[in-house]
């Protein structure tokens, strides 16, 4: 895949603030759109269909503690993932598992004793709080016991570029869909983006978000079928 400058430059070759026969940025330039289009990948982070892959990770717990921080340097030493999905779970040491019921904030809110000793932690609770260390908080109730491992299924941040010669690493598609885009963010307040453009940008991110859209799980609803355990994978 081609560096950030060829995305950058192509962009604004869309747009008519560069010609064809541009091949750098100047020092100023470079600065200025790394910090733009990063802008827009950090942006693009906080929308669930953009994200590509979930990521596994596992941690050891600790017993009666129900409070982790996570994040680089943290008890969960990670990358702070934006959001944590299901599923997750507990698994013991004869490597049996235990579903995790992920809450929001209500509800764990209204947990009342929210540091009661169990066995195996039922709910998980992702606080995205934000430290001046980067991390967050993940909170289990009740607290574990020892011996138990935690897995989470994590939305994590799209790439960030550190440089402008750094190389694009994602999925076909997306480098269209940052040249588009970008090129509509980097002439705002500098020239007219045509309705041709607009479109093209907005149909970029559509076909992504369309592969990217979770496949939806269906059951049957509990009164319906009786009490039983039905569903519309297994059936009966």
């Known amino acids: 895949m081609p560096s950030v400058s ?11 603030e560069k010609s064809i026969q541009v091949t750098s940025l100047t020092t100023a330039e470079q600065d200025y759109h790394l910090s733009r289009i990063n802008s827009m990948m ?11 892959q979930l990521s596994q990770t596992s941690f050891a717990l600790t017993a009666s503690q129900g409070s982790y921080t996570i994040g680089s340097g943290g008890d969960f030493n990670m990358t702070r993932p934006t959001k944590i999905v299901d599923p997750c779970f507990i698994r013991n040491t004869d490597g049996f598992d235990s579903g995790l019921t992920l809450l ?14 169990g066995t195996y932690p039922v709910y998980l609770f992702y606080d995205f709080g934000y430290s001046a260390t980067s991390t967050a ?7 574990p016991a020892s011996g138990l491992t935690v897995f989470i299924n994590t939305l994590q941040s ?26 509509i963010r980097s002439a705002l307040g500098v020239v007219q983006v045509s309705p041709a453009l607009m479109d093209a940008a907005r149909r970029a991110k559509a ?14 609803d509990y009164a319906v079928a009786g009490g039983g355990t039905s569903n519309i994978l297994t059936g009966p």
Do not use: C, H
């Open 137 to 143: 908080t993940v909170r289990l109730w009740p607290e």
């Open 6 to 16: 060829t995305v950058i430059l192509n962009s604004l070759i869309l747009t008519g």
């Open 207 to 220: 076909v992504i978000k369309g592969l990217n859209a979770p496949a939806p799980v269906m059951r049957l």
């Open 158 to 183: 799209l790439q960030s570029f550190s440089t402008v010669s750094v190389t694009l690493q994602l999925p076909p598609g997306y480098q269209d869909a940052i040249e588009l885009n970008y090129a």
């Open 42 to 52: 950090d942006s693009w982070s906080n929308e669930r269909m953009m994200i590509y």
């Open 104 to 117: 929001n904030a209500e509800a764990y809110g209204r947990i009342v004793d929210k540091t009661a000793d």
